[in-house]
Nanobody, 121 residues
Framework: QLQASGGGLAQAGGSLRLSCAAS????????MGWFHRAPGKEREFVSA????????YYADSVKGRFTISRDNAKNTVYLQMNSLKPEDTAVYYC????????????????WGQGTQVTVSS
């Protein structure tokens, strides 16, 4: 029901834009989040946006470099990733939270399959 795309290979300092398209149900009333899992590490929070888009959260590691946005008419959430660093290399997952805006992954009910982001130095 959530399909993440837009990952790929980028050089350090470059940009990528991830998309998360929802199907099968409308997520316009859900908070949406992005998480990532780097090799050998636990899944970590990256960013989240409220259902109207008026509130956003960012992990300290991406603040000022990444921007989350959403288009409820298209049932899609985006993560614009600028000034990429090798440590951003991970599989990125989008998720939907019907209960509000949270950083904790266990609050998110629906998850996409993930898209690989690889940043070379």
């Amino acid at each position: 029901q959530l399909q993440a795309s837009g990952g790929g290979l980028a050089q350090a300092g470059g940009s990528l834009r991830l998309s998360c398209a929802a199907s099968g149900r409308t997520f316009s009333s859900y908070a949406m989040g992005w998480f990532h899992r780097a090799p050998g590490k636990e899944r970590e929070f990256v960013s989240a946006i409220s259902w109207r888009g008026g509130s956003t959260y960012y992990a300290d590691s991406v603040k000022g470099r990444f921007t989350i946005s959403r288009d409820n008419a298209k049932n899609t959430v985006y993560l614009q990733m600028n000034s990429l660093k090798p440590e951003d290399t991970a599989v990125y997952y989008c998720a939907a939270d019907p209960g509000g805006l949270h950083r904790a992954s266990e609050r998110y009910r629906y998850w996409g399959q993930g898209t690989q982001v690889t940043v070379s130095s």
